[in-house]
Every structure is written in structure tokens, then in C-alpha cells.
């Protein structure tokens, strides 16, 4: 007999990866130490500017006062780091309207604040609208606690989802989710740029959705955790990155309901401090979040480091250009490589640490099909020590894609890519 509540039961069935993510810290990959060990290109982290964050930590050591040791200036993060984080955002996202500390709120990273949307925005049974495929972390961070559910969107092969055409998509997911089980859908959620396509929306798609949103009275949720790692690609025709706060969206979607969500996790290779953002102007949210952040607020020493590096805006332009540029470099290695085995990817990616390769030609290889065969070729990478991320785990439409991060130094990158190469046989 369980000793724990039916709620409780429920999280203890869910996945579980703690064994293979211990295994994988305590047998790294090295070149010289340990060349037999893991290599994960299966979580997005900017693991090229590690040395880059840790040095500017070291020679800003963390100077603490008295105050620093009070609940300070309460849970929705001190008015030092809001102002910081404001004057970071007026500065690269180039706002219509300037960002003030009073429309940020800070938790302890996007997943706390998707979970106090969740709670926030819906009831339980609600749904949010989420195209397809997605950051795996979404539908716990908002399912988890808040049981908001997924509706999932498909495009199939016919309709692009970076351009206008792809919000009909939405609303027939909408309507459907309506028809068939009564969902009542609240939001829409945007990441932009996109994870794990690497895309960015054109102003004219954003408008587009934003006009949806209206439509049915559903709040726009847009996930920006990339803005500062879009990179030069060859491809003349690459959309750049565009903030929804960057131009002026009153016409299309009423303030109240638009929200952006940020962090220091991915642009500052920073996801051990738990800095995450969230920008609103609904009054009404941000008193919400302010009860609920009691229980997510990051502790004062995080928020300090966060300060220093914010406030350093001589220091982290020079380190976002060295990031898109190192990024840049990684992502061409990365197409040199598939395409030197006359593998497809997804070639508009211009942002973030991954490519979507597809792998569909060698599921046959392992003796089963569809999604049992994909699974099966899961267990083979593992088996040769390198985690990359299957479509699945990512909610692809159909099995064969996979999420393979390539923000590592390049004999890493070259490493992993030998290992996927050997278990396709090519």
C-alpha cells in the first residue's frame, strides 16, 4: 500500500532519469581523460562559453552585505536585478515601449514561471495550444502541477509553421479540441526562437497569431529563452530574431493578454544560476505571480551574480558576439558533417544549440517500425555513449527526427558524430 497521496503516486510513475544523467556526470566525455566516456548532445546548453561565464564569476567575487542574508526585497526578485534585467532587454530586444523593473517578475528559472502560467492563466483540464514538434519540458512545466494539457498541433508536410498560413493549423486545433472533449483552450504558446527547429517567426506569422489570440480571448505566451544565440547562417533567406515586444502590437492583441518569457539558462550558459523572467503588464498576473513566487524565488546569492553579470554591458556584448560567433562555427560543422553522409536537416535553423536531423532512412535497420524502431535506435546511441534527443521525447508528428545539440568545443562535436555515425552504419 502506497504511503503516498493519489497525486503523489502519479509523480512517482512518471519518467525517471536520474541513473543514466548520474552515469553521464560521473563518465564525461574527455580527449585525454577519459576518451571512452559520455557525450551529451542531448541537453541544450551553451557548454562553449562554460570557461567564458565561470572566468568573469572568478574576478567578480560575490560580495555579500547584511541585507543579503534578509528575504530582501521580497519574491518577485530584487529591484537591483529587475532593473538590470530591464536594462538588458531595452537594450537587445530594441522594446517599442521600454521595460520598466515594475513589468518583470523573477522566478527560479522558465520552468517555475511556465508552472505559475499554468496555474495562473488556466483551471485544471484547460488547454494550451502547442505546435508541433516542442521543447520536451513544456508539457510537465505546465501539466505537472497546474494539469493544463497539451493541444498539439500539426502541420503535416504541406503547410510551413514559420509562416502566416500556419495559423489555421492552430485554430482548426482549437476548434477540434472544443468539439471532441469540451477543452477549454486559454493561450497559446510560442517559442520563438524555436526549440528544437532553431527557427525564428517573421513579424508578418507573429501578427498573424497575435490576431488569433484576439480572436478567441486566449492569452499569447512567447518563450524567447534564444534571443541572443541566432548566428550567421548561409542561408540568405534566414529570418532574424524579432522580439514581440519590438514593435507595437495593440492593434492585434490586447496588452493583457500578451507575456514574454526569458531566462539566463540558454544566452548566458547560466542555467545553474535559476534565473528566470517574466515580462507582463497584466496587473492582475503579476499580482498572482507575486503569491505564488513565494514558493519559486531565486535565492539572493543567485540574484547577485545575476547583477553583475547584467549590469556588465561592455563585457556580455562581447560575450553574445563570441557566443554567435562560436555557435555560427558549430552549427557549420554540424551541416558538414550530416551532409557529408547525405543526411537531411532542417536548413533554415539559424538559432539556438541544436539541429533536427532526420533519421527516418535507418529505422528499418533495427528490425522494427515506427515509433518501436526509433525507440530501438534510442537504446543503440546510449548504448555507444552519446545522448542525443529522439522526436518522440520532443513530440514530432512521426518518428525518425531527432535533437542533436552541437554547442560543444569541435573535437567533441566531431566525437559525437562519429559515434551516431557508427550506430547508423555510415
Known amino acids: 500500500m502506497s504511503t503516498l497521496s493519489p497525486r503523489g503516486d502519479e509523480l512517482a510513475q512518471g519518467p525517471l532519469f536520474r541513473s543514466l544523467l548520474t552515469t553521464m556526470a560521473t563518465d564525461t566525455y574527455s580527449a585525454t581523460a577519459n576518451p571512452t566516456g559520455f557525450i551529451n548532445m542531448g541537453a541544450a546548453e551553451n557548454y562553449i562559453m562554460f570557461p567564458e561565464m565561470a572566468s568573469f564569476t572568478a574576478s567578480h567575487p560575490l560580495q555579500m552585505t547584511v541585507d543579503d542574508f534578509s528575504y530582501n526585497d521580497g519574491p518577485w526578485g530584487t529591484r537591483r536585478l529587475r532593473s538590470a534585467m530591464a536594462q538588458h532587454i531595452n537594450r537587445r530586444f530594441h522594446p517599442v515601449h521600454p521595460v520598466s523593473e515594475r513589468d518583470l517578475l523573477l522566478a527560479n528559472g522558465v520552468t517555475a514561471v511556465c508552472d505559475m502560467l499554468g496555474f495562473s492563466l488556466a483551471e485544471p483540464g484547460d488547454g494550451i495550444l502547442m505546435g508541433q514538434p516542442l521543447y520536451q519540458a513544456f508539457v510537465p512545466d505546465f501539466g505537472t502541477k497546474a494539469k493544463v494539457k497539451p493541444v498539439l498541433v500539426p502541420f503535416g508536410d504541406d503547410v510551413d509553421q514559420f509562416s502566416p498560413a500556419a ?48 480572436k478567441y480571448k486566449i492569452h499569447l505566451l512567447s518563450d524567447e529563452i534564444y ?190 558524430f562519429r559515434r551516431i555515425f557508427e550506430v547508423l552504419g555510415v
Request: net charge negative; aromatic share 12%.
Open 167 to 214: 495559423v489555421a493549423c492552430y485554430e482548426q486545433a482549437l476548434k477540434r479540441a472544443r468539439e471532441e472533449d469540451g477543452t477549454n483552450v486559454c493561450a497559446l504558446l510560442l517559442c520563438h526562437p524555436h526549440n528544437p527547429l532553431g527557427q525564428c517567426y517573421p513579424r508578418e506569422t507573429i501578427i498573424e497569431i497575435m490576431r488569433l489570440c484576439a
Open 227 to 416: 534571443a541572443m544565440s541566432v548566428f550567421e547562417v548561409p542561408d540568405p533567406h534566414a529570418v532574424p530574431f524579432e522580439s514581440v515586444l519590438a514593435f507595437d502590437s495593440s492593434e492585434y492583441i490586447d496588452p493583457d493578454y500578451l507575456h514574454v518569457m526569458y531566462g539566463m539558462s540558454k544566452d548566458f550558459a547560466a542555467g545553474g544560476l535559476r534565473i528566470g523572467c517574466l515580462y507582463t503588464r497584466n496587473e492582475a498576473l503579476w499580482k498572482a505571480f507575486s503569491v505564488m513566487n513565494q514558493f519559486n524565488w531565486p535565492g539572493i546569492a543567485d540574484q547577485l551574480v545575476a547583477c553583475e553579470i547584467l549590469e556588465d554591458d561592455a563585457w556580455l556584448d562581447e560575450f553574445f558576439q563570441t557566443s554567435r560567433q562560436r555557435l555560427g562555427e558549430r552549427n557549420a560543422l554540424t551541416r558538414e558533417l550530416l551532409g557529408s553522409k547525405n543526411i537531411e536537416y532542417h536548413t533554415d535553423a539559424n538559432a539556438g544549440f541544436f539541429v533536427w536531423a532526420d533519421f527516418r532512412p535507418y529505422l528499418s535497420m533495427t528490425g522494427k517500425e515506427g515509433w518501436e524502431a526509433e525507440e530501438e535506435l534510442m537504446k543503440r546511441f546510449i548504448d555507444a555513449k552519446v545522448l542525443v534527443t529522439n522526436g518522440k521525447m520532443l513530440n514530432a508528428e512521426e518518428p525518425g527526427f531527432w535533437r542533436i545539440i552541437f554547442s560543444h568545443e569541435e573535437r567533441v562535436v566531431r566525437e559525437g
